[in-house]
């Protein structure tokens, strides 16, 4: 069986909804995996906002608006009576947990059952949608399967355990539907896989049955080999391996959320990135084999800050580097790119939060610099093991470029730079001249 997940503009409309079901409706058995409505979990983050700041008028306000939206919504997507009024009822009652909330305390089980509200709609909508025109469709609870951990960490084997049970439960057919992004978590709360993690569901999904494959359908056709948005002439990638496509997917290529590579990976299922606005174009294939060495793609993220911690006590001793990342870990904030010296070490994060309180810390061990808006490009390919190497070829296309770190060995698959974000497109411009159109 295979998975596939549509986006929310994959099903932003009515329209955009039935082509998902002339698209999936092939006669071969599936699941398929849903997210909000395109524009829906950010209008659902904005009412929490209101909630949290306890700005009631403004939250009811944006929710009567969204409510109106999506009564529009189920007018035009149905055809029969009986569908538009099973479809009223839907979103009534998600609405009805929404205005829940704008009496009495609001914390983050709150929010996070707002949240949930965009796919449990989408996905009940076009459960209607596809039985009404004939498809035998079942709604797969998405709650009743899908958990994070402690930490938060996706639990594949709850999920493995849990989902063959509910499909034999909610009884056979051809088509399953279910809710991208949101899940249970350890307290038996609702929760979700944070922004975009609908792809991160369809691989879990897809780890946890075996499928033959999982698709991640956008509206793009695939990855790019440079970011189209700041580059003229990119092109995609037919082929990735799982290791390059998940250094990929984490610098930048917006395309798809950076922990969907690692269940297809533990169960070596192949991954296609496909495009709704151009379903016969083959995508892209992420699979366990690279087809071929070299560099395959440059991708940049931004929103990166840069800390360096200068000191003498650094110089040979020993320790020095474990006392520096307790400081990040106490404070939550991942780090990125490290590169070190003697006598200073350079960090990057991208989560900002706490910063001055990481850096009031720092402080007591070094002199201590900040860069912010900073983006991080990053080569990626099977790169390391040609003879000669690859770095050398980089340095060249990456000449005058004030280049802050440099990242290189970590992994085979990724050179990473730092630069100041205004030479961002020169640096992608130039690595783009010289490694991938030569
Ligand atoms: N609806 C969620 C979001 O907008 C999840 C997703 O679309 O992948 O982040
Ligand atoms: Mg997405």
Redesign the pocket.
Known sequence: MKVLKF??TSVGSPENMRAVMEQVTDGEQKIIVL??MSG???SLVEISNYLHKKNKDTARIFIGKLEDKYKQVVVDLFTSEENKKAGLKVVAKSFKTIKSFTSGKFGLVGENTILAQ??IISTNLVTFLMNENGYNTKLLPALDFMKIDEDKAADLPFIRDNIKPVLEKVGDADYYITQ??ICKDADGDINNLQ?????YTASLIGAAIEADEIQIWTDIDGFHNNDPRFVEGTKKIEQLSFNEAAELAYFGAKIL?PQTVLPARVGNIPVRLKNTMNPSDSGTLITAESDGMGIKAVAAKDGITAVKIRSARMLMAYGFLKNIFEIFEKFKTPIDMISTSEVAVSITIDNTQNLAAIKEELDKFGTVEIDDDMSIVCIVGDIIEEENGFAPKVFKALDGIPIRMISYGGSKYNISVLVPTINKKETLQSLSDNLLNS
């Open positions: 986006g929310g997210s909000a829906t979990t950010n965009g796919e991208g992004f922004r975009g993690g609908s792809d959320h």
